[in-house]
């Protein structure tokens, strides 16, 4: 089996403490704490797969960023119509990180949200990574999902503006009216505006601006 992303990552070793294992049954049975990291499109589908095999104390945390294709929903509904039988805690981290710069083991930092804050801060520390990847506790679940799917529409606004020629004010003047936006949404659905200014937020638009 290779011990790398081969796909993705192909120069990069997964670490020598890492276990691999092809067998979804099993690595759930082994596991208490599961990351789900997978493309917005098929993560209920992922999800269904998941269910049978959950443990009874097994807590999932997900990196997904987006919404829900087929309805626009955020993906906290789409995780509670699967999971309704369960107790629903899970929290969702977001943020500015490039996979690549990640393995490279460059400083980042990310936005964590959970409906239970116990559950939060615990993640919290073990998500740390030596001095190069922090953790922020958000409160706002609404928040901290939302930013990470709308941002991606001024970031493309924002190519749009350059590939017509419009030059640095325009571009400017749409990535700042563009927030407002996204937190003027936000506010619509529940979120608080001042998330939009962190991690979740401004950090993961700034980041697709100079991808």
Not at 75 to 86: P, S, T, W
């Amino acid at each position: 089996m290779d011990r790398c992303n081969t796909a993705f990552l192909p120069d990069v070793p997964f670490p020598d403490h890492l276990s691999l294992e092809p067998d979804l049954t099993k690595a759930i049975a082994a596991s208490r704490d599961l990351l789900v990291v997978v493309p917005s499109h098929v993560f209920g589908e992922v999800l269904q797969q998941i269910k049978p095999h959950l443990r009874s104390d097994s807590r999932i945390v997900w990196a997904t960023k987006g919404l829900e294709k087929e309805t626009g929903r955020l993906l906290q509904d789409v995780a509670r119509e699967i999971v309704r039988a369960m107790t629903f805690r899970w929290p969702v981290i977001s943020g500015p990180t490039f996979a690549k710069e990640l393995a490279a083991g460059l400083p980042t930092a990310i936005a964590l949200a959970a409906t239970d804050a116990q559950f939060a801060e615990d993640l919290q520390q073990k998500l740390h990574c030596g001095k190069s990847f922090r953790v922020y506790n958000n409160p706002d679940f609404i928040g901290v999902q939302l930013g990470g799917a709308v941002k991606n529409v001024i970031a493309i606004g924002a190519g749009i503006s350059d590939g017509i020629g419009f030059g640095a004010n325009a571009r400017t003047a749409l990535i700042t009216r563009g927030l407002a936006e996204m937190s003027r949404l936000g506010a619509a659905l529940g979120a608080d505006p001042t998330t939009f200014m962190g991690m979740a937020g401004l950090g993961d638009l700034v980041a697709d601006l100079y991808r």
